[in-house]
């Protein structure tokens, strides 16, 4: 605790010089999302959601350059679903550059990986499922990272507590299981529960075409095993301790990029098992003569993971994706995907579609639908649940 | 090996043959044409050397065939490495549009492999290492591919003189074709005129790998800012589309201090 306040009273003497002043940028946005179905659950929305949101941020670096400060704040207000009418601080933080070594104190986001259709080997943060027209969208975790970067990598440790829970669509919301999730009856392998203490270390590299990384993790599970509350009505999330290591590498090639995640899990709730994602990028550049290029993804997902352990969609499936960039002033992409269940033949797409109509304001596209779904695979209870969403959002 | 002595020995080289050439009423041989061309090439290749570290602020202007425009505002920061073998390290991080603020692209420059390149995406935090292999595609939806912005590397080419001219903007200029020696390129010959002032390019002409003039890029305002050469001004046209890109350089500054470290792919995320 000494080493701490004296490790903060040195950020704050280090901020206190000249500084440039305060940069403020972030976006505000206008949803609408369309269910074409139904929902399948009591209480849902039946196909309109609309939502708005504000997501400011703030930046500061002192003179010298070596301190920043960083906030970064997202609030959605939600028409139908309360629980999605949430705000979250994603980033709030100082750093210090001292020479090779860094030091930064507050919430951030960190994210680890290189494949596409899974990101297994990035354990920080927790994600923001509220965000389903998002798949980046991650919760601000409370952390000291200290970091120490040379000729032969960077090796990062992380000290954590304040953990954050994963937060659930309401009664009224779709994307969800058959009963809604009880927050306030969370429980937690740990007797601290969320103050418990989190600890990470991380190496990354590059040597040549390959991109290196290596991890440990020791700490509560971001992702809750879900169970039936006593009266059955609600289900309750708990949050087991777990370690995990993991190794995420890229091989880049002329067209191709080769990707690699796997970890390896384990908890005293249940058994160890192992997981990975691994594929290929090819790129067909300035396709058609054109000057955009288009990406081929393929990759195969496994997890071995058994009972006692949250539950997963992604055991044995292939995804197959492209994704397409104009390369133009507008800066319009595509990425368009789908998995497919070897084991049960379930399947599930997704499609992206983002375009700048004029400076500062992005049009983006959301589409994702659900094919044929085995009844007891996880995707089953989202059936009805194929939606196209579009937002807009205007960046200052 | 050092490379200043050798330079300026062949330099020297190129002059003593220079004088000789225009005494001599015989046709120029190819080598000597490849040699004079060289020479050139190189004697403008270290005129922008020993900055050691370089910060510059860039407006680009997009216009297409119609007369509309679009603009993006980035800052190049480069680090000049000493050796002749390798290539300059550099990062463009773009401010404008807003959607983009903070998107940063790193590269590691290489004479003739595929410079090694990272994308930093703000939104996801996320660092991904991405193929340079598509030398020919256009940078950020301009008129200048990644091979026109990527560092000149005077290994990067064959040269051939091929005679003096007046610049486009007046003064002498030596007229020098170059043909990438590193695969992917999107072309079969570019022109260049260097000015016999400083050394750097005015214009060059690009020939795409059908041998047509597919664009044109001029250089202006070339002045010694902080002691080195530069421009105030590039400007591309593409004359299959008619559509233009201009990139207009401001607030130049050297030496600054950049580090290797801040040449780093997990750098990227800290630089803004």
């Known amino acids: ?396 | 090996m050092p490379l200043q002595p050798l330079l300026s020995k062949r330099s020297a080289l190129a002059l003593i043959t220079g004088a000789a050439l225009a005494l001599s009423p015989l046709p120029l041989l190819a080598q000597d044409a490849a040699q004079k061309g060289y020479e050139i090439a190189a004697r403008s290749d270290v005129s922008d050397n020993g900055f050691r570290d370089s910060a510059v602020d860039v407006t680009m202007e997009l216009k297409n065939a119609a007369g509309q425009s679009s603009s993006r505002q980035l800052r190049i920061l480069t680090l000049e490495r000493a050796s002749a073998k390798v290539g300059d390290k550099s990062i463009s991080i773009f401010s404008t549009p807003a959607d983009i603020d903070g998107t940063a692209v790193l590269s590691h420059a290489k004479l003739t492999a595929n410079d090694d390149q990272w994308i930093y995406l703000p939104a996801a935090q996320r660092v991904k290492r991405i193929s340079s292999s598509n030398k020919s595609g256009p940078f950020v939806g301009s008129e200048f591919a990644y091979e026109d912005i990527t560092a000149q590397e005077l290994g990067k080419f064959t040269y051939k003189w091929i005679g003096t001219e007046t610049c486009p903007g007046g003064g002498k200029c030596e007229v020098v074709e170059r043909v990438p020696a590193y695969k992917n390129s999107g072309y079969s010959k570019q022109v260049v005129w260097f000015s016999t002032k400083h050394w750097q390019a005015e214009k060059i002409e690009y020939y795409d790998r059908a041998g047509n003039h597919a664009k044109t890029m001029t250089a202006t305002g070339i002045k010694k800012r902080g002691g080195f050469w530069r421009q105030a001004k590039l400007h591309m046209v593409n004359h299959r589309n008619g559509k233009s890109t201009s990139l207009s350089f401001a607030n130049w500054r050297f030496a600054t201090g950049l580090r290797d470290g801040d040449f780093r792919s997990n750098a990227l995320e800290s630089l803004d």
Not at chain 1, 99 to 111: E, T
Request: hydrophobic share 40%; net charge negative; no cysteine.
């Open chain 1, 1 to 396: 605790m000494l080493k701490h306040s004296l490790l903060l009273s040195a950020l704050l003497t280090a901020s206190a010089a000249q500084a440039e002043a305060p940069r403020l940028s972030g976006y505000i946005g206008a949803e609408a999302t369309y269910f074409t179905s139904e929902g399948l659950y009591p209480g849902q929305l039946e196909d309109f959601q609309g939502s708005f949101v504000f997501a400011p941020e703030l930046r500061w670096r002192s003179d010298d350059r070596d301190t920043q400060i960083r906030f970064s704040g997202f609030a959605r207000w939600d028409s139908e679903d309360s629980n999605r009418t949430h705000w979250d601080v994603r980033e709030a933080y100082i750093r210090r550059q001292m020479g090779d070594f860094s030091v930064l104190l507050g919430a951030n986001k960190v994210f680890w990986g290189v494949t596409e259709s899974r990101h297994l080997v990035d354990v920080i943060n927790q994600l923001d499922l509220l965000e389903y027209t998002d798949d980046d969208a991650r919760l601000g975790q409370p952390m000291l990272e200290l970091s120490l970067s040379k000729n032969w990598g960077t090796v990062s440790a992380f000290f954590m507590t304040g953990f954050r829970e994963q937060e659930f669509p309401g009664t009224g919301g779709r994307l969800r299981a058959p009963l809604v999730v009880d927050e306030s009856a969370a429980t937690y392998g740990h007797s601290s529960e969320e103050w418990a203490p989190d600890t990470a270390l991380r190496y990354s590299n590059t040597f040549g075409s390959v991109d290196l990384g290596l991890s440990a993790f020791q700490g509560t599970s971001r992702e809750p095993l879900l169970l039936p509350t006593a009266g059955g009505t609600a289900l309750r999330p708990h949050y087991a301790r777990i370690w995990q290591t993991g190794i995420d590498v890229q091989w880049t090639g002329d067209a191709a990029l080769w990707k690699l995640e796997a970890i390896r899990r384990g908890s005293e709730e249940f058994e160890t098992f192992e997981a990975a994602v691994g594929g290929i990028e090819y790129t067909v550049y300035q396709i058609g003569g054109s000057d955009g290029d288009l990406g081929l993804i393929a990759e195969y997902l496994y997890d071995g993971r058994g009972a006692g352990a949250p539950v997963t969609a992604f055991q044995d499936d292939v995804f197959l994706g492209a994704r397409w960039t104009a390369n133009d002033s507008n800066d319009t992409s595509l990425l368009a995907g789908g998995f497919y269940d070897l084991e049960d033949g379930s399947t599930s797409f997704r499609a992206e579609f983002e375009r700048r109509l004029e400076n500062g304001l992005l049009l983006k596209v959301t589409g994702q639908g659900f094919g044929h779904t085995d009844a007891a695979n996880p995707l089953d209870a989202l059936r009805e649940d194929d939606f196209l969403s579009v937002s807009l959002e205007h960046h200052f």
